[in-house]
């Protein structure tokens, strides 16, 4: 069953089934289409040539993004409202699943994707003819606890802490993190793994000393739940690296085929996608009154998220420099054995 909802200008239409697989889709309101269930868009992707086959590459006509559910997605939202491409209806869709979402993008039912960098860069490492085109998240994630006296990460010699799984964004930055403050992440901290969704009831119970949560839930876990953040993600890193707290978070993918049939697309979407993206951050009260309701959270709770959610997205050089930066620097706390990433990974307009 699908429920149809209008928010603001755009719509927005919420598949009422397993959570694993709900997604909801964002499109300009004057633009009207159907979302249909995932299991049979896939069974249709893989029955019928990718859709979307435009007599000129680049006008789509249709361009279709898959984005988290997060506050990295408010900038699409927007591009999904104003429809800033000429000719091109940009529709925004969010997704649970990483695997389930790229799936679509290698099938052909989606033209971009929006996920974690390092998700990205692992699937191009094993073999998928992925690229990535632009990086719009550098900080996102804040470690939250009950006691306001663990001062930074030094502070966290013999507590213990929940991340998502191993060898996960945070699992790998936070071992960087540690070792940069002197510890040792197997011996002088306790570290658990588990879904966001485990970890807070754990902590609340005291089973924890802290957990890494990501935007806008380590903003829910202080503002609802009584919790203190102790430090920002983009703060540490930025302590330990010496830089300016940039880490690449969320990105843009495509695949490379794809890619190069619409670089002129890719250009002007990566423009106004930084346009929006500043726009997001500046003026954080209008978006969230704006796409609260998209995201099912609060408007003061999404304001407070956007202002700690680092966006940016860097002109295509230096978005390449800083990414091969930050797989450098992260590279020895990855799992397996580590290739380079190549250059055919990054979208060249």
């Not at 069953?1 to 889709?25: D, I, K, Q, T």
């Not at 632009?134 to 994630?141: D, I, K, L, P």
């Not at 346009?275 to 704006?290: D, G, L, P, V």
């Not at 002109?315 to 420099?321: I, L, R, S, T």
């Amino acid at each position: 069953m699908l429920v149809p909802a209008r928010e603001n200008g755009y719509v927005c239409r919420m598949e009422s089934r397993p959570a694993a697989l709900r997604r909801a889709v964002f499109t300009s309101s004057s633009h009207r289409r159907t979302a249909f269930p995932l299991a049979a868009v896939l069974l249709a992707a893989a029955l019928v040539p990718a859709s979307a086959s435009p007599a000129k590459p680049e006008q789509p006509g249709i361009l279709k993004i898959l984005v988290p559910p997060s506050t990295a997605a408010v900038p699409f939202l927007v591009l999904a409202e104003e429809d800033p491409l000429a000719g091109i209806d940009i529709q925004v869709e969010t997704f649970l699943v990483h695997a389930q979402a790229l799936a679509l993008l290698l099938r052909g039912d989606a033209d971009l994707l929006y996920t974690g960098t390092s998700q990205g860069w692992e699937n191009r490492l094993g073999g998928s003819p992925i690229v990535i085109v632009a990086t719009g998240v550098w900080g996102t994630s804040s470690l939250v606890g009950k006691d306001a006296s663990i001062a930074g990460v030094a502070g966290l010699k013999g507590k213990r802490i929940a991340l998502p799984f191993p060898g996960s964004p945070l699992d790998f930055q936070t071992r960087y993190l540690l070792e940069r403050a002197g510890l040792d992440p197997d011996r002088d901290v306790e570290i658990s793994y588990g879904a966001f969704t485990q970890s807070l009831p754990r902590l609340l119970a005291g089973q924890l000393d802290a957990a890494a949560l990501p935007e806008p839930q380590a903003t829910t876990a202080v503002r609802d739940k009584g919790l203190v953040r102790l430090f920002r993600y983009a703060d540490a890193w930025a302590a330990a690296s010496g830089g300016d707290g940039r880490s690449p978070q969320v990105s843009l993918f495509a695949m490379s085929a794809w890619a190069a049939a619409h670089p002129a697309t890719l250009r002007l979407l990566v423009a106004a996608w930084r346009q929006a993206s500043e726009k997001s951050a500046a003026k954080s009260a209008e978006s969230a009154a704006r796409y609260a309701g998209a995201l099912s959270v609060d408007a003061a709770l999404l304001e407070e998220a956007l202002g700690n959610t680092l966006f940016a997205v860097p002109a295509f050089a230096d978005h390449k420099a800083r990414v091969l930066a930050y797989y450098g620097e992260v590279a020895p706390y990855l799992t397996g054995e580590r290739e380079p990433l190549d250059d055919a990974f990054f979208f060249a307009p």
